[in-house]
């Protein structure tokens, strides 16, 4: 492995020199969506305030209003082209309380099962090797030329190796689960249209070992990666934090189905076992003016001290224990980060994600081999509700879908609490640690550009998602001063 | 008394017909396919799309409605009549709204299937964008109306075969819209699941509630042969 050059923070030379300045980052690389950032100084010239903006903007949850609400699951899944899945099953679950089903048959939660989990192995593999690896592998300053998965590939071949077949692996599971790899079809109100067939079955079964061995030897590579830069894993972009996730009824990790749990940055419960249906009472939403994703935050902590994060790490933290043996061997070692607390750098989103991913590829497993995927009760039924409310797990996070149907079976309201909008304060607060680490000067370094970025990446935003975008996904950082005007800006594409 | 038969000619191939079919029965039934929207074998035709379009002993007529005659010689799968079909499909797609991805009627939408056999990698015309709502009022069906492609088969099906007048058009030219013979959509009108008129829509217009996405991809319709390969198998087993 490559040593990873990082510049350490520098004393300002032009602190108490200059003036107010902002810098601003646009757009950001190597994540999902279109996203800004701004970094303001003030008159000593430090930095007085970063903001991550989300600028672009989707609009999904205005134009399915006057939809049939059996379409919600299809259309929304458009929302994305990497995660198109836990918005499919999450509207998907929403649809079955609007239908009022509140228990699937064993055959379709299992179908459904299956489908999120190589959901989320394929887009947290796609995460860590295509989009953070390069940053972790050939190091923070490598040549941005050099510094991508075709990099990755060349320096470390069985890394490109473990990318491309693990994300492969993933998209094979919702291939054969909903008829194609990218906006599958399985969900429909109350359960599924298809069961898995044993063509299917059988061809998944033949790789999952290997699969689970390479999720294995890449969280080996990581932790060799952290053993020797563990300073900067434990601080950078880092502070303590409240985290969300679902856990399942007998508190370990569940990605499909749960409740609510939010823990402070102590360990110590906020609210526990919060059903879907009761989110409003403890979770609410702020609009800020300057980007379009909202600012959720937990009600009863206010807007200052409510948010929280989401994602592999909150998952992580969050749980009692994970049901699977191998990630629960390697959650009970990443837990040991903490020293008895809960783990709170920043950067160890990405050894979460390799743990998340080895769960994944042990609950696949598991399901391969019950027969009730091959059963052929797929529809419940119930009595029709006007309102539904679904969570689910999603690769970045808590992800939330609530819809309201009239009697003529149209949506008339739609609220999405997608995960990148869940992280958005943590951020924020990630950006601007970085900034006061490594801002030196009034000139908008590469060094900085890339460490916002590794930073940013570590949530693996996806901004489309979170606006419910359109376009290229690049980082743009403008320098401004106290006024507002900007005085540099530096793009990469 | 038995019909008399006769024979045309179609792009070289020899065709037996029956006194009274048209160029499009006579040539479903001898395993040639002429596409074709508004046309319906359970329905009497009625020329509105203009898709079965053929030149005719030289001039260019809808085989739907264009009688079959002794000694015809018909010009189908052509360059040109592609080329010209493919356009009428583009204009339907773009006076709509059709957005295939998401649609119910996905992998079993003629309009798509035409457009996919056709060629038609995207419309070269500009969007319309027409503003329509959705008629959800009835209990067990909806109209989309963005789906609509005037094709009246639901009028004629309504007619003829369920004995009912509950559809029709309204406007005319590009102001042309379907529309129900009730004031309150189609939740007031004698409109049941179990009419004809229910199942002969080619597109997602007229929807039968909550039975939708239950065919899972792979298995629809059109995802393993292009449409009117039912009509041109009936040939390939004849010669085989």
Not at chain 1, 194 to 211: G, S
Not at chain 1, 214 to 234: I, N, P, Q, R
Not at chain 1, 318 to 330: K, L, Q, S
């Amino acid at each position: 492995m490559s040593d990873v050059q990082v510049s350490q923070p520098q004393g300002n030379p032009l602190k108490g020199r200059l003036g107010p300045r902002k810098i601003v980052i646009d757009p950001v690389t190597r994540v999902e969506g279109h996203g800004k950032v701004t970094i303001k100084l003030n008159e000593a010239g430090e930095v007085e305030q970063a903001r991550f903006h989300i600028v672009e903007f989707r609009g999904f949850e205005r134009f399915i209003c006057g939809r049939m609400y059996w379409e919600v699951p299809v259309i929304v899944q458009r929302l994305c082209g990497i995660c198109p899945v836990s918005h499919h099953l999450g509207a998907g679950k929403a649809m079955d309380v609007i239908a009022g089903v509140d228990q699937l048959t064993p055959t379709a939660e299992k179908m459904r099962r299956l489908m999120h989990y190589g959901q989320v192995l394929q887009s947290n593999a796609l995460n860590f090797f295509h989009l953070a690896s390069p940053d972790l592998l050939l190091g923070f300053e490598a040549p941005v030329a050099q510094r991508n998965i075709i990099g990755v590939i060349e320096a470390f071949p069985q890394v490109g190796k473990w990318a491309i077949f693990i994300r492969k692996y993933g998209q094979q599971v919702i291939a054969a689960t909903g008829g194609r790899r990218i906006h599958p079809r399985l969900c429909i109100p109350g359960g599924v249209n298809q069961n898995l067939t044993v063509e299917n079955r059988d061809a998944l079964r033949k790789d999952i070992d290997q699969i689970i061995n390479w999720c294995c030897e890449a969280l080996e590579l990581h932790k060799s990666f952290v053993h020797s830069h563990e300073t900067l894993h434990e601080t950078f972009a880092s502070f303590p934090s409240s985290y969300m996730s679902l856990v399942g009824a007998d508190g370990g990790m569940d990605l499909y189905d749960g409740t609510l749990r939010a823990i402070d940055a102590d360990g110590e419960s906020i609210f526990e076992g919060v059903r879907p249906v009761d989110y409003r009472d403890y979770l609410t939403e702020e609009v800020r003016s300057w980007s379009y994703m909202k600012f959720p935050h937990i009600r009863s902590l206010g807007r200052e001290d409510g948010w929280y994060r989401v994602g592999p790490l909150a998952q992580l933290n969050c749980c009692a224990f994970i049901g699977t043996p191998i990630a629960e061997i390697a959650r009970k070692e990443f837990m040991a980060l903490g020293h008895g607390g809960l783990v709170h750098a920043t950067l160890a989103y990405h050894w979460a994600r390799l743990i998340c991913m080895i769960h994944c590829a042990e609950t696949i497993k598991k399901l391969l081999f019950d027969d009730d995927l091959q059963g052929t009760d797929l529809v419940a039924s119930g009595q029709r509700r006007s309102e539904g409310v679904a969570i689910i797990e999603a690769p970045r996070g808590t992800l939330l879908h609530h819809y309201a149907v009239d009697h003529n079976d149209q949506v008339t309201s739609a609220n999405l609490i997608v995960s990148t909008t869940n992280n958005n304060e943590a951020m924020n607060r990630s950006v601007t640690k970085v900034a006061i680490d490594y801002l030196a000067g009034h000139e908008i370094t590469e060094g900085l550009l890339n460490h916002i970025e590794v930073a940013i990446r570590a949530y693996d935003p996806c901004l489309s998602c979170a606006t419910h975008a359109l376009g290229q996904m690049p980082l743009v950082v403008t320098l401004e001063d106290a006024e507002g005007s900007v005085i540099a800006t530096r793009i990469k594409e | 008394m038995v019909a008399a038969s006769f024979k045309f000619n179609i792009d070289g191939i020899e065709v037996e017909a029956t006194e009274g079919q048209s160029v499009i029965e006579a040539c479903d039934e001898a395993g040639i396919y002429i596409p074709r929207l508004c046309h319906h074998p359970e329905l009497p035709p009625s020329g509105n799309c203009r898709v079965c379009t053929c030149k005719i002993n030289g001039r260019h007529s809808a085989a739907c409605v264009t009688p079959a005659a002794h000694g015809m010689v018909i010009e189908n799968d052509t360059p040109q009549l592609t080329s010209d079909r493919r356009a009428v499909i583009e204009m339907l797609f773009v006076e709509g709204n059709h957005p295939c991805p998401y649609c119910v009627a996905s992998g079993d939408c003629e309009l798509q299937a035409l457009g996919y056999r056709l060629g038609m990698v995207a419309p070269t015309q500009p969007y319309q964008w027409p503003e329509r709502k959705i008629d959800a009022t009835h209990p067990d069906i909806y109209l989309d109306h963005d789906r609509c492609i005037l094709c009246s088969r639901c009028i004629r099906a309504s007619r003829m075969e369920d004995g009912k007048t509950v559809f029709g058009f309204e406007g005319r030219g590009i102001a042309m819209r379907l529309n129900v013979d009730a004031q309150g959509g189609l939740g007031e009108t004698q409109m049941a699941a179990i009419d004809k008129a229910a199942s002969v829509c080619p597109v997602a217009c007229i929807v039968i509630k909550r039975h939708n996405y239950q065919v899972p991809n792979g298995s629809r319709r059109f995802d393993k042969t292009p449409i009117g390969s039912d009509i041109e198998a009936k040939r390939t087993r004849r010669q085989s």
